[in-house]
Each structure stands twice: as structure tokens, then as C-alpha cells.
């Protein structure tokens, strides 16, 4: 189950008893406070804190640039502006910190992203629970023939039921195997530092994730990108979901020049240009490599 019964009456009990304060509070984010969103099988994710709102970064751009940014007349226009300027200062003013419960190897492509606050479950002092990270058939794919690190056509028939079978059959085998290795039942039992070792990469673990404005989006445009694996890709939609919630002025800018936009090279601007003139423009005489021209393709939608 995503939440276990002690975690979901400690939810219960801190939305039953609400605390009054002084501080700027976003409305979009209290109704998102302590609920968990479902993620994959067996993960969540769920708001634990947060601090600062849309009025909080156009009060700290106001503060750091003065006078500069008086012309715009209104805190969406200004925040737009610090989006498109790459200013990210006033991003950092808000912060937000989750739990998250997800599958080790999602985990370990996560904590790449090296400007955040974690604490994570600890196995040294805790047994982890039997949960696994079992794909649905939909989710079972072969290798890419022309991304290396992405995936192909989708398994299927009995192909795609004997790598289930297999996935489950090793996941509880190694379990089995890691509750025999701890167990003090006639035997010391090995240390759970040690035991740990044998479990799978789809077991579940859980985190504490603390990272500012600024860097969580950095975060969801490579994440929520749909180029991303999807294991970690749909924990990146459910954070954009309490995003836009949250900071919708923010979010709506980042959705326009981060997600929905591009950056073109000197090169590429340049073709586009000769394009717009009337030029024919080929690869050949483009100035840019196959893999390039075929990025810039994809971009003009050819």
C-alpha cells in the first residue's frame, strides 16, 4: 500500500488540527498540505512544508533589482520577466519539502540532481517492507535501436508475462532471502547494514526532499520532460500538479519558456533565419552535424 496505517493517521490527525499563522500562505498549496498523490504501485508523493508563494518572488526581485523592475505593473508580468531573463534569484525564495516513497533505482537517478535537502530511510537501523516496484505490461519495453538509454517497442504476448514472472520471482526471492540472512531465530542473525546489500533495485524506499523554487524547476524541465523514464517522470507530473497550485503565476512562465520553449545554437538561429528569407536550408550547408540538424528538425516540427 502506498501509505502505511501509522502514516495515514498521522496525516489524519495533522489536517484535523490546524494551526493559525502570520505568515503568507498559498491556498492552492494548504489544500495539497499532508495529502499523498499515488505514484507508480506502491509510491506517493506528499507535501510536507513549504515556504513563500507567486508575491514572494516579485518581493524579493523587488528588493534585489530595485527600481529596474518598477515598469512592470504587475506581479505575473514581473515574474515572467525574471523567467525569461534566466533571472533565478527570486525563485529561491520559495521552498518546499516532500516525502517521497519510490523504487531505489528511481531514488538513485534522483539524488543526481545534487541542490536539494534529503534525509532518506535509513536500512542500517529499519527493515525494509516486501513492496517492489512491478511495471504494468503497458511499461515493459524493449531497448531503443536508436537511443541508447531510452526504450524501444513495447513487450508483448508471452514475452512481456515471463519478464513479470521473473521480476516478481526475484524480488521475493531476494526478500525471502534478506528476512532469513536478519532473523535472530536460532542464529545471530546478520547485521540489517549487511542484509541490505541482496535486496533488489525496485524495492521501495522513502525520503524527505527539501529543494528551493529555482532548482525544483531545473528538476521537473529535465523530469516532466517526456524524453525522461518514465518511472521517475510521473513522480515529476504529480510534483507539477502541486507546482501550479502552489505558484501559479511561476509555474504558467516556466510551462511557456522552460517546457514549451527551446534554446537555439548560434548556428540554428542562424539557418532559421535564412529560412524565413526564403533560402533552402539542408543539412549540408547548415553548419551543423547530422545529430544537430536532426534536433533542429524535431524543433521546426519537420
Known amino acids: 500500500m502506498p501509505l502505511s496505517p501509522e502514516q495515514q493517521a498521522e496525516i489524519d490527525t495533522l489536517r484535523a488540527t490546524p494551526k493559525p499563522t502570520l505568515r503568507a500562505v498559498s491556498e492552492g498549496m494548504e489544500a495539497h498540505l499532508y495529502k499523498a498523490i499515488p505514484v ?21 526581485a523587488r528588493v534585489s533589482y530595485g527600481k529596474g523592475t518598477k515598469s512592470v505593473s504587475n506581479d505575473a508580468g514581473l515574474i515572467r520577466y525574471l523567467m525569461r531573463h534566466w533571472h ?18 528511481v531514488a538513485r537517478q534522483w539524488i543526481r540532481h ?17 513492496e517492489f516496484y512491478i511495471p504494468e505490461p503497458g511499461a515493459l519495453a524493449a531497448q531503443s535501436v536508436v537511443n541508447n538509454q531510452g526504450r524501444g517497442a513495447v513487450l508483448e504476448g508471452a514475452e512481456a508475462a515471463r ?40 524495492i521501495y524506499t522513502q525520503w524527505y526532499w527539501k529543494v528551493d523554487l529555482h532548482n525544483l524547476f531545473h528538476f521537473l524541465r529535465l523530469r516532466a520532460d517526456v524524453h525522461a523514464q518514465y518511472e521517475i517522470r510521473v513522480y515529476a507530473d504529480a510534483i507539477c500538479s502541486v507546482v501550479a497550485d502552489w505558484v501559479p503565476a511561476a509555474f504558467a512562465a516556466f510551462e511557456d519558456y522552460r517546457m514549451g520553449g527551446v534554446t537555439l545554437s548560434s548556428k540554428a538561429l542562424d539557418c532559421l ?30
Open 114 to 130: 545534487r541542490t536539494a535537502n534529503v534525509n532518506e530511510y535509513s536500512a542500517r537501523y529499519s527493515i525494509l517492507d516486501r
Open 40 to 60: 507508480l504501485d506502491h509510491g506517493f508523493v506528499r507535501v510536507i512544508d513549504y515556504m513563500g508563494d507567486d508575491a514572494a518572488i516579485c518581493q524579493a
Open 88 to 105: 533565478s534569484t527570486p525563485f529561491e525564495m520559495c521552498e518546499i519539502k516532500l516525502h517521497v516513497k519510490l523504487p531505489v533505482f
Open 273 to 302: 533565419r535564412r529560412m524565413l528569407k526564403g533560402e533552402e536550408v539542408t543539412q549540408e550547408n547548415s553548419g551543423m552535424s547530422k545529430g544537430e540538424w536532426r534536433e533542429f528538425e524535431g524543433v521546426l516540427g519537420e
Open 163 to 202: 519478464v513479470l514472472e521473473i521480476l516478481k520471482a526475484d524480488s521475493n526471492r531476494a526478500y525471502d532471502n534478506y528476512e532469513a540472512m536478519i532473523s535472530d531465530v536460532g542464529q545471530q542473525g546478520l547485521a540489517r547494514e549487511l542484509a541490505r546489500m541482496n535486496l533488489p533495485a525496485n
